[in-house]
C-alpha cells in the first residue's frame, strides 16, 4: 500500500474530472472555438493535474519517505533522493 | 476560422494522447502503483498540456493578434491585451 | 529607444530593491538563518524579478512587436517569433 | 547549524554572481538595451536563483527534516508540512 492509498478515491474523481475536461478540450477544437477560450480551459486542466501531483507528493512525503527514515530503512537515502528529484521537476514543469 | 484551424488535426491528436495518458493515471492509482511512477506520469501529461497550451498561443499571435494589428482594427488594442494576460497566466502556471 | 523606455525609471526601483533582497539573501547565509526562511526570501525576489520579466515583456509586445506589425516591416515576423521564443522560454522557467 | 552549512560558501559565491547580474541589469536598462537582450539576462538570473531555491532546499530536507524524523522530534509532522508549504509555493512560483 501506497502513501495515497486512503485518497485515492478523491484523487480518481479528480482525474475523472480532468479526463472530462480533455475531452472537453477536443469538442471546443472540433467546434473551432475562439483559441482565448480554448487556452482558459487548458490552464484550467493544467491546474488540476498539477494540484494532482501536489497531493501525491504530499501523501508520498508523509507516508513513504517518512516511514523509510522512521524505520532506519537502508532505503532511506535514496527515498529521500527520489522525492528531491520530482519536486525538482515538478519545480522546473 | 481562428488561428490554430490549420493545425487542428495535430491539435486533436495530441489531445488524444493525453486524455489516454489521463485514462492511464486511473488505472495506475487502481493498480496501487508506486507514487514515483504515478507523479512521472503526471508530469509527462502536463508537459504535453503545455506544450498544446504553447501551440495554441503561438497559432493564436501569428494569426489573430498580428492580423488585427495588421488591418488596424479598433480591437488591435484589446487582442494585444487579451494575449498578454494569457501570457501571464501561462508563466505564474 | 525601446518599448520599455517610458517605464524605465520604474524597471530601474524595482531592480534595485531586487538587488537589495540578494545581498540581504547574503547576510542571512552569514547569519545562518533558518533555511525556509532563507527560501521564503528567495522566493520573494524571485516573483519580483519575473515581475519586471513580465513589464518587459509587455512593453515591448505593446510598442516595439506592435509597432513592426503596423508598419508591415520586413522584420515583422522575426519580431514575432522572437518573442513567442521568450514566452516559452518563460513559461517553461 | 543548519542544513546547508557545508555549503554557504558555494552559496554566496553563487549569490553574488546573481547580484551582479541584477546590477548588470540596471546598466542594460539605463543604456537603453535591446528588450530581448534583456530579458534573456533576466531569464539567466531567475535560473540561477531557483538554482539556489533548489540547492537550499535539498540540503534542508537531507538535514533537518531527516534529522527530526530520524530522532522522532515532537516537531518532526510540522518540519515535513513546513518543507511541503515551501515546496508548493516553488512549483506555482
Redesign the interface.
Known amino acids: ?5 486512503a485518497r ?1 478515491d478523491e ?2 474523481a479528480r ?2 474530472r ?2 472530462g475536461q ?2 472537453g ?2 469538442r471546443m ?2 467546434e ?5 477560450d ?3 480551459q ?2 484550467s ?3 488540476a ?2 494540484g ?3 497531493t ?7 507516508h ?1 519517505v ?1 516511514d523509510a ?2 524505520q ?1 530503512a537502508e532505503s ?1 537515502d535514496e527515498k ?1 533522493e ?3 528529484e ?8
Request: with cysteine.
Open positions: 500500500m501506497h502513501g495515497y492509498a485515492s484523487l480518481q482525474l475523472r480532468i479526463e480533455i475531452r478540450l477536443q477544437i472540433e473551432d472555438r475562439y483559441c482565448i480554448v487556452l482558459t487548458i490552464s486542466a493544467t491546474k493535474l498539477q494532482v501531483a501536489t501525491m507528493l504530499d501523501e508520498h512525503v508523509r513513504c517518512r527514515i522512521d532506519g532511506a529521500i527520489e522525492a528531491l520530482v519536486v525538482h521537476r515538478l519545480i522546473k514543469r
